[in-house]
T-cell receptor, first 113, second 107 residues
Framework: DSGVTQTPKHLITATGQRVTLRCSPR?????VYWYQQSLDQGLQFLIQ???????AKGNILERFSAQQFPDLHSELNLSSLELGDSALYFC????????????FGPGTRLLVL | GIQVEQSPPDLILQEGANSTLRCNFS?????LQWFHQNPWGQLINLFY???GTKQNGRLSATTVATERYSLLYISSSQTTDSGVYFC?????????FGTGTSLTVIP
């Protein structure tokens, strides 16, 4: 158990809908990262937050947004969902801001029908 | 962005055998990490290794940053080592993952 929790574990929704994925980092970790893993794109970095502020941005679509709250949990919002958004979404956390050792949550498996 | 290539793409080992997985990257990086994704999908950090050598039990890793590669050694493999091994590099504010090496250890 990494100490990072993600909810929900599974999510099935329809195209055009909006969903919110939630992540709670390990106790004491200030950075949260979001990743997408799909069959065709592999593992891709989406975005990093450090202590409530966006720190780094990867291949995150404009339809996706994220935030980190004062209690350090983070949410990834996916809107106008398309079939191609079906993937495993991981959250990870680390102590500092400079992307040192990261600990991953179990992931949320999203299926868009 | 940086290209991260891993080899071999697939590997089948008899239990007890040793193996070496390789990660090549196309440009200078700030750091490099190795991860194991088990058959249930969980990603586990193995090493944070921007340079040098580290060991953890039967696993060890070496990164030669000047030559842009990293190696992951697995000794006396066990069936629980099965899964996909990823390397990921960090440069600037970006992370790039390799496509992974899928390892199957058979008893």
């Amino acid at each position: 158990d990494s100490g990072v929790t993600q909810t929900p574990k599974h999510l099935i929704t329809a195209t055009g809908q909006r969903v919110t994925l939630r992540c709670s980092p390990r106790s004491g970790d200030l950075s949260v990262y979001w990743y997408q893993q799909s069959l065709d794109q592999g593992l891709q970095f989406l975005i990093q937050y450090y202590n409530g502020e966006e720190r780094a941005k990867g291949n995150i679509l404009e339809r996706f947004s994220a935030q980190q709250f004062p209690d350090l949990h983070s949410e990834l919002n996916l809107s106008s969902l398309e079939l191609g958004d079906s993937a495993l979404y991981f959250c990870a956390s680390s102590v500092g801001r400079y992307q040192e050792t990261q600990y991953f949550g179990p992931g949320t498996r999203l299926l868009v029908l | 962005g940086i290209q991260v290539e891993q080899s071999p793409p697939d590997l089948i080992l008899q239990e007890g055998a040793n193996s070496t997985l390789r990660c090549n990257f196309s440009d200078s990086v700030n750091n490099l990490q190795w991860f194991h994704q088990n058959p249930w999908g969980q990603l586990i950090n193995l090493f944070y290794i921007p340079s040098g050598t580290k060991q953890n039990g039967r696993l060890s890793a070496t990164t030669v940053a000047t030559e842009r590669y990293s190696l992951l050694y697995i000794s006396s493999s066990q069936t629980t080592d099965s899964g996909v091994y990823f390397c990921a590099v960090h440069t600037g504010n970006q992370f790039y993952f390799g496509t992974g090496t899928s390892l199957t250890v058979i008893p």
